[in-house]
Nanobody, 122 residues
Framework: VQLQASGGGLVQPGGSLRLSCAIS????????MAWFRQAPGKEREFVAA????????YHADSVRGRFSISMVHSTNTASLQMNSLRPEDTAVYYC????????????????WGQGTLVTVSS
């Protein structure tokens, strides 16, 4: 499984960005797609996950109501729509694919994209 994340950039507080993760390879082995993020000096943390079929979806408390994860099977893409962005959302965002049950732990995901930087600043 190969993952390619894109869509990061610089945005002002309150703004929006949409991250995309292009998925290729043995997609039949994937059960969940997830997004994690890692801020400087901090551990990688769970942001959101979605089952391969498109539901159910899960979001971390810190982003619920502002971020939304989704699957687009026609393009084999997992997306993360981020609204009402805050400076504390600044981080490198990674997409990940899991071949087992849902997990909020990064170590449970064997496949990772390269990361895309999101900077929220005025």
């Amino acid at each position: 499984v190969q993952l390619q994340a894109s869509g990061g950039g610089l945005v002002q507080p309150g703004g929006s960005l949409r991250l995309s993760c292009a998925i290729s390879g043995r997609t039949a082995s994937i059960n969940y797609m997830a997004w994690f993020r890692q801020a400087p000096g901090k551990e990688r943390e769970f942001v959101a996950a979605v089952a391969w079929r498109g539901s159910p979806r899960y979001h971390a408390d810190s982003v619920r109501g502002r971020f939304s994860i989704s699957m687009v099977h026609s393009t084999n893409t997992a997306s993360l729509q981020m609204n009402s962005l805050r400076p504390e959302d600044t981080a490198v965002y990674y997409c990940a694919a899991g071949d087992s049950r849902l997990s909020y732990t990064a170590a449970s995901y064997p496949y990772w994209g390269q990361g895309t930087l999101v900077t929220v600043s005025s």
